[in-house]
């Protein structure tokens, strides 16, 4: 095993023999009409292509001693086209072009400098706006939870649930490849980073529903993330007192092989010390990941894409008070603990991807991806407890202590969980476009071996009696009558499962871009099909069948008014996963079916000016009506299936985004969303789905000083109504529909750019080196707002009384960062 590890290893980190192409290359820098240098342009010839960097500079392999066309596009700039030249081999021509901004008409769909239309409904969000905006978990998914539709209350984990789903109902590719995260992790705090590497990010796109047939099988989101194809070499080197990270972007002399890698360092010990509960924390992150692209000919290119990772969360928790309750009647939870928690995440990918340019119209590319993780999570931990009301009197020496006592108990949680899952993949894609219209195919093989043991405890202790389950053969009358029954756990699971699951999926998808008259039509129309089979050593072998129809219409009016009109819809499927098969108890039940939604979604998109700059009024509503459902609870992040289709479900809602430059040279924006979403488990009546956020609004905004431009601010304000606050243990979910607290949250980031594009110093200048410097700190909480995630739930032993303690998230943190490129 440590061979095959050094292995993996050594394909991870270390550069591969270079051959030489029949290829020239073009270079230069690329203007805008100011003379400033325009970054992100993409440069297309034939099957190559580049993005221009943040000073402008290019990089292009194109064929040689051969007429070809060169293309330069930049959403919201009029194209620049070179034909009908030739270039010798091993030539480096240079080419310095200046992009003109305007309205310009592309494949029919029109383009403003706010962005493309977007047909697919996908929306597009900078890697510059990634990198920047504040939070407590920086990146990609930070961002994501400021768009409409996409929701979570907590800082601390990079899951986020989209209109009415859960955190397992999302996909994410990265250049194509599906990626994975660990199974067992119960908690945000526990969770660390997420798979993708926002400095390693060329593109990011998202679709919060009614995407195409070439997705997955999922039930509610795609995050498709492009990593970038370097043109030079680059190292990007950012740090906080959160942690550290390197990116190193490498090209060969000959331009045919290129490297993007990046290393991550976390540690959670400043967020996690801001909490309620005290204690010894020692939350430990690292990632490596890399993206290398081979270009062996001008028609083959191979592609790796690696990670390993390795997750250390270690846990003593001291002591907890916990205030809550009315004005009126001031509760107080007082928790001390012995003992602690031990969690090990360990996680290892890698994928190969080739691609194949038969010509200009037809590609084909091929996958194979090996994911593996091993997780462990140990815990014992003693808490005694007590509950009661609290001192309010200003001028006593005990204000905020506990008078009395109202509940007084012990509680021990014990695990031993351990899981080893490898999951196999091979899939093969084409492409086949000409004049407007796309044909797309697609087939995949998975398999999912996952062993799992799973071992839980929890014991409670009240006022000296062993509390039992609510079960009839635990009834008894004491403390009147001695009850000799043996002494069990007050919740327990103990299970070990093996499980194989076999995976065949395919699709087909057919799209066209026509007029109507005056008007541009576009359509999609697609259809998905799945098979899949569950078994296992003491399992009986369970298989399954789905298919699953999807089609997108869009209609650009040719009217004086830039506006774009869409309607997605169709069925969404989701096969279960290992998660989705195991039961309360920990069983695995292979009968499981896959829980469908029926989907339509209407969208319109509308750019306009104002103040003499382009702003874009995007809204969508929509309607999901779920059958099969697969009812669960959700504790943090955590989510535990019922593993029974006893469920219908339905959701409904509508999002609202207006985005531009509020702000000159800036992009912000405000995001309104409503939901609402309700489920009826075995005929019994709709109740509210565990993420049933009501309303969701977002603000991103950036500014800075006219006098120091160099000096920015960067804003996120999140206000989400209260998720349901769940129930207790053997509780009926039925009876418990109280909601926790609004999420309210402000983080706020001061950055000053010492060096950037627009800002660069002589070469006898320190700061000469320095492609990009800046400095600043960030304000996480900035109003120290008090948001809970869960619910603990204690009983008061006169009135028997389950109270309802809120498990309150992060306050106010001070985080100082710096960002440096060369």
């Known amino acids: 095993m440590k061979r095959l590890d050094l292995l993996f290893l050594l394909l991870l980190i270390c550069p591969v023999l270079i051959l030489q192409g029949q290829t020239a290359t073009i270079t230069g820098i690329i203007l805008d009409e100011e003379q400033k240098p325009l970054p992100d342009v993409h440069i297309t010839s034939g099957p190559f292509g580049s993005f221009s960097d943040e000073s402008g500079f290019y990089l292009l392999q194109v064929s040689s001693d051969k007429t070809i066309s060169i293309r330069f596009t930049h959403i919201g700039h009029k194209s620049v086209v070179l034909e009908n030249i030739i270039l010798t081999t091993n030539e480096t021509f240079s080419f310095n072009p200046v992009m003109k901004t305007d309205v310009v008409q592309v494949d029919g769909v029109v383009v403003t400098p706010t962005g493309e239309r977007s047909v697919e409904g996908i929306t597009t969000i900078t890697p510059e706006t990634v990198l920047n905006i504040p939070g407590a978990n920086p990146g990609v998914e930070n961002v994501l939870k400021l768009l409409p539709g996409v929701s979570s209350n907590n800082e601390l984990s990079t899951q986020y649930a989209v209109r009415g789903g859960n955190y397992d109902e999302n996909l994410v590719y990265i250049n194509g490849i599906e990626v994975y995260r660990p199974f067992l992790i119960r908690s945000g705090q526990q969770e660390g980073l997420s798979f993708v590497n926002s400095s390693m990010v060329q593109n990011l796109e998202f679709s919060s529903g009614g995407f195409q047939s070439r997705y997955g099988d999922k039930l509610s989101s795609v995050l498709d993330i492009t990593y970038k194809n370097p043109s030079r070499f680059g190292v990007y080197i950012e740090g906080s007192l959160l942690g550290a990270s390197g990116t190193v972007e490498t090209i060969s002399k000959d331009r045919s092989f290129s490297t993007v890698s990046g290393i991550r360092y976390r540690d959670n010990s400043l967020l996690l010390e801001s909490q309620q509960t005290r204690a010894n924390y020692s939350p430990r992150f690292t990632d490596l990941q890399t993206y290398l692209t081979w270009r062996l000919s001008n028609r083959f290119h191979l592609n790796f894409l690696g990670n390993l990772s390795r ?238 129809p999807r089609v997108q219409l869009a209609l650009k009016p040719a009217w004086q008014d830039d506006m774009l009109f869409r309607l997605s819809g169709g069925v969404y499927q989701q096969p279960p996963f290992y998660r989705e098969l195991r039961d309360q108890a920990g069983e695995v039940q292979p009968t499981v079916k896959a829980q469908r939604s029926y989907h339509i979604v209407l969208g319109h998109e509308y750019s306009f000016t104002l103040w003499n700059r382009a702003f874009k009024l995007t809204s969508e509503a929509y309607f999901k009506d779920l059958d099969k459902v697969n009812p669960y609870t959700l504790d943090d992040v955590r989510i535990r299936y019922a593993a029974n289709n006893n469920a219908i479900a339905y959701a409904y809602g509508a999002d609202v985004r207006m985005n531009g430059a509020f702000v000159p040279g800036t992009e912000s924006w405000v995001s309104l969303g409503y939901l609402k979403t309700e489920e009826n488990i075995d005929d019994r009546g709709y109740i509210s789905r565990p993420t049933d956020q009501r309303l969701h609004v977002a603000i991103l905004f950036q500014d800075y000083i006219p006098a120091i431009p160099s000096l920015r601010m960067y804003l996120n304000l999140v206000y989400n109504t209260g998720l349901p606050g769940g129930s207790p243990s053997y509780a009926d979910p039925y009876d418990f529909q109280n909601r926790l607290r609004d999420y309210r949250r402000a983080d706020l980031g001061i950055s000053y750019i010492f060096v950037d594009a627009e800002n660069r110093y002589p070469e006898n200048h320190w700061l000469y080196r320095f492609k990009e410097l800046v400095l600043g700190f960030e304000i996480f909480n900035l109003f120290n707002n008090q948001n809970a995630i869960t619910n603990t739930w204690v009983r008061d032993v006169d009135s028997k009384q389950q109270f309802a303690v809120p498990n309150f998230m992060t306050s106010r943190v001070l985080n100082l960062k710096f960002s440096m490129r060369f």
């Open 311 to 548: 997750n250390l969360y270690r846990n003593e928790p001291i002591t907890r008070q916990t205030n809550f309750g009315t004005i009126d009647n001031p509760q107080a939870l007082l928790v001390f603990y012995e003992g602690q928690e031990r969690n090990t995440y360990t996680t290892e990918f890698g994928a190969l991807k080739a691609d194949y340019f038969i010509n200009d119209q037809l590609t084909l590319n091929f996958t194979t991806s090996i994911y593996h993780t091993v997780e462990e999570e140990y815990s014992d931990v003693i808490a005694q407890y007590e509950l009661g009301p609290v001192n309010t009197d200003l001028e006593s020496e005990t204000l905020g202590d506990l008078t009395s006592s109202r509940g007084v108990g012990t509680q021990f949680n014990r695990s031993r969980n351990d899981l080893d899952a490898l999951i196999f993949n091979l899939a093969h894609r084409g492409r086949l476009g000409n004049d407007g219209k796309v044909l797309e195919w697609g087939l995949k093989y998975s398999n999912d071996d996952i062993r799992d043991r799973i071992r839980e405890a929890e014991f409670i202790d009240s006022t000296g009696f062993s509390i039992r389950p609510p079960r009839p053969e635990f009834t008894n009358n004491q403390p009147l009558e001695p009850f000799t029954a043996p002494l069990v756990p007050f919740e327990s699971i103990s299970a070990q499962n093996e499980v194989n699951t076999h995976r065949v999926s395919g699709f087909i998808q057919y799209s066209s871009l026509q007029k109507w008259g005056d008007n541009d039509i576009y359509y999609n129309i697609g259809i998905r099909a799945q098979h899949w089979s569950v078994g296992g050593p003491q399992l009986i072998t369970s298989s399954h069948t789905i298919f699953s």
